[in-house]
């Protein structure tokens, strides 16, 4: 029996792992695919014509869990017309970098030249190092340039580094003879960058992926469970479809559209490996406390007086972890 079960759950990790390749569409990530072709074709015809017209971008703005790395790479990677960097290919239409740690102009030239397949010695200044990517950037044809988690160049930097930032990215997008457009995406403290300058402000379209909550998304949120609940080909009980649950399901995503569909996934695939048929509260509570270890008490999905629960910490989406008892709950 026990070598005979072994393709079920292979099924179920399939299943499983097509559920979490889902990708559900939202507001901004519409805008964003909208703006971008904009920009896109923009591009290509100043490009054709010669034109110096500088270039122009746009910015996804969220907390860490709204889902700007996931509709960034949903917008690049299902694209059906850019040509993505690729080896042995010439042209490279947009390049794309999550900012290295320690965040630094240099460290962010030097692995773009990497990526464009010039390596080059860390022993060049920052201002080098730039020269040459633009030139670079020219000679594989590069439209854009994609900076995920850009506020890190920004943030607790003093003021000739934040300097030295915004009139780098300003230069790409400026360049006479190949402008660049930008796209940032980013926390708050990334607006904090844009807002710094007139002319970046003016050069980027500004998307935001705003947070959920009951009052705004209360039935985009129970729209979203629903299908992926019957993706799953599960039967949700009558209490998960109490907006009581529904709250609570918000709170345990930390308010953030991601983490929300994040938390919806773990309690479907609780029930999944169960080969339960129907979707419970317990399997959404069973999820929560595999992912945490907390006691119930701390469980958004058990707890009475769960607005207070504060999930970002208990979680360690947040760097600092104290899950030190609620009064009442020692
Ligand atoms: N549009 C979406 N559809 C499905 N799942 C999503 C979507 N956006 C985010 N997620 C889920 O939320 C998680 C967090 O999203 P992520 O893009 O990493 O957020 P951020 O980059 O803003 O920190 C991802 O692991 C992904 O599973
Ligand atoms: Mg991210």
Redesign the pocket.
């Known amino acids: 029996m026990t070598n005979d079960s072994r393709p079920q759950p292979e099924a179920v990790d399939i299943q499983i792992a097509r559920l979490?390749d889902?990708?559900?569409?939202?507001h901004a990530?519409d805008e964003l695919r909208l703006s971008f072709d904009r920009r896109l074709r923009e591009r290509r015809a100043a490009t054709q014509l010669g034109s110096r017209i500088k270039a122009r971008g746009l910015a996804l703005v969220?907390?860490?869990?709204?889902?700007?790395?996931?509709?960034?790479?949903?917008l690049f990677d299902t694209h059906p017309d850019l040509i993505l960097a690729e080896e042995g290919r010439e042209t490279a239409e947009v390049l794309r970098l999550q900012v290295p740690s320690p965040a630094s102009l240099k460290n962010v030239g030097t692995e773009l030249l990497h990526g464009l397949g010039y390596p080059l010695s860390r022993d060049k200044s920052a201002a080098i190092i730039w020269t040459q990517v633009r030139q670079f950037l020219r000679a594989r044809k590069t439209l854009f340039l994609h900076l995920?988690e850009a506020q890190d160049l920004y943030v607790s930097k003093g003021v000739k580094a934040r300097n030295d930032v915004v009139n780098t990215l300003k230069s790409l997008m400026n360049d006479r003879d190949w402008p660049v457009g930008l796209v940032l995406?980013g926390t708050h403290d990334l607006l904090e960058m844009i807002n710094s300058d007139a002319q970046l402000r003016r050069r980027l379209h500004v998307i935001h992926?705003n947070p959920v909550s009951w009052a705004s998304h209360g039935a985009d949120v129970s729209q979203i469970l629903a299908g992926l609940i019957a993706k799953a080909g599960l039967r949700p009980t009558e209490q998960v479809q109490l907006d009581e649950f529904l709250k609570r399901l918000i709170h345990a995503g930390g308010n953030?559209?991601?983490?929300i569909?994040?938390m919806s996934?773990g309690g479907i695939e609780e029930a999944l490996y169960s080969k339960d048929l129907q979707l419970t509260v317990e399997h959404f509570a069973a999820s929560f406390r595999r992912k945490t270890g907390c006691i119930p008490a701390f469980n958004p999905f058990l707890a009475e007086d769960f607005q207070r629960i504060d999930v970002r910490k208990i979680i360690g989406w947040d760097a600092s972890l104290d899950p030190s008892l609620p009064e009442g709950h020692q």
Do not use: C, N, Q
């Open positions: 979490r889902l990708f559900v569409a939202h990530s969220g907390a860490s869990g709204s889902g700007k790395t996931t509709a960034m790479d949903r995920d995406s992926l953030e559209f991601g983490l569909i994040e996934l």
